[in-house]
């Protein structure tokens, strides 16, 4: 092994495409030369082997032989796709929409109240997960894809007529012009 790390010439190497592969490559390897009961520099020289050939960085090799050293075996630990599992589902969020609009979109504190009001009072038992819904996650609900695809607010542009910067600047423009044109006079803009 010591060998072929000291060699000069380039070698491209393939790897294992999927992970599980690679960390069975990495397992073998590790059982095959022993890596237990080698001395520091043969496991120095594995080191730079497994660096070499596995695609793997230093600091996630160093990790995977810990790993080995202390189960005897390396088995890839597979993180979870999502961390935290959704408590309000696509049916509390349209009935949110609903709510928000046939209210008129209203503060978080009434839609709060409201949803309180259809669970206990009312006994809907679809608002049963809204009733406990604090009032910042309401807020969170409003913002995400499948309520914005339910219920899009907008506002309609409000026009202002022409800005008094603009009118000024316009004004001037048109004066200079009428002048360059007229020789001077400027009798329509008095």
């Given at each position: 092994m010591a060998l072929f790390l000291?060699?000069?010439q380039r070698i491209a190497f393939a790897v294992a495409a999927s992970k599980d592969e690679r960390y069975r490559f990495v397992e073998k390897l590790l059982e095959r030369f022993a890596y237990v009961s080698l001395g520091r520099n043969e496991k120095g020289v594995m080191r730079r082997f497994l660096l070499k050939v596995s695609g793997y960085s230093r600091s996630q090799l160093t990790r995977?032989?810990?790993?080995?050293?202390?189960?005897?075996?390396?088995?890839?630990q597979q993180k979870t796709v999502n961390g935290f599992e959704s408590i309000y589902t696509p049916m509390d969020i349209g009935l949110l929409a609903a709510l928000d609009k046939r209210h008129d979109t209203p503060n978080g504190?009434?839609?709060k109240k409201l949803c309180e009001r259809a669970y206990y009072e009312f006994g809907e038992v679809s608002y049963k997960r809204l009733s406990r819904i604090s009032v910042s996650h309401i807020y969170n609900l409003r913002q995400s894809s499948s309520y914005q695809k339910l219920r899009r607010h907008y506002t309609k542009t409000r026009s202002r007529g022409v800005a008094p910067i603009l009118s000024k600047w316009l004004i001037r423009f048109l004066r200079r012009a009428f002048?360059?044109?007229t020789g001077g006079q400027e009798s329509i803009f008095v």
């Amino acid at each position: 092994m010591a060998l072929f790390l000291d060699g000069s010439q380039r070698i491209a190497f393939a790897v294992a495409a999927s992970k599980d592969e690679r960390y069975r490559f990495v397992e073998k390897l590790l059982e095959r030369f022993a890596y237990v009961s080698l001395g520091r520099n043969e496991k120095g020289v594995m080191r730079r082997f497994l660096l070499k050939v596995s695609g793997y960085s230093r600091s996630q090799l160093t990790r995977m032989i810990q790993r080995y050293l202390c189960a005897g075996e390396l088995k890839r630990q597979q993180k979870t796709v999502n961390g935290f599992e959704s408590i309000y589902t696509p049916m509390d969020i349209g009935l949110l929409a609903a709510l928000d609009k046939r209210h008129d979109t209203p503060n978080g504190m009434m839609v709060k109240k409201l949803c309180e009001r259809a669970y206990y009072e009312f006994g809907e038992v679809s608002y049963k997960r809204l009733s406990r819904i604090s009032v910042s996650h309401i807020y969170n609900l409003r913002q995400s894809s499948s309520y914005q695809k339910l219920r899009r607010h907008y506002t309609k542009t409000r026009s202002r007529g022409v800005a008094p910067i603009l009118s000024k600047w316009l004004i001037r423009f048109l004066r200079r012009a009428f002048c360059d044109i007229t020789g001077g006079q400027e009798s329509i803009f008095v």
